[in-house]
Nanobody
């Protein structure tokens, strides 16, 4: 079993930055990739960024150039650096890990005010 705990969500003004963290524990050695998803009010959950165990990264078009996903293997932690935040980035951000199935954290709220 994999446990994921997100942190770092906050209320910020447009143009500001945040860094989200996702601490993984448990049976983490089988994880093939990890990702950040977000869910805005009234919308479906969408992938924001993903990183494979080979450190291949992918981003949603809406965040390219503003968000950076990374991971620290030694600390079993994944990060999402978010710059130049906009109100449309508001939502609950979830950490996801995939081995033979999906694992999810509880989410952390990001609110961006204009």
């Amino acid at each position: 079993q994999v446990q994921l705990v997100e942190s770092g969500g906050d209320f910020v003004q447009a143009g500001e930055s945040l860094r989200l963290s996702c601490a993984a524990s448990g049976s983490i050695f089988g994880i093939n990739y990890m990702a950040w998803y977000r869910q805005a009010p009234g919308k479906e959950r969408e992938v924001v960024a993903a990183i494979s165990k080979e450190n291949i990264v992918n981003y949603a078009d809406s965040v390219k150039g503003r968000f950076t996903i990374s991971r620290d293997v030694a600390e079993s932690t994944m990060y999402l650096e978010m710059n130049n935040l906009a109100p449309e980035d508001t939502g609950v951000y979830y950490c996801n890990a995939f081995d033979s199935r999906d694992h999810w954290g509880q989410g952390t709220q990001v609110t961006v005010s204009s």
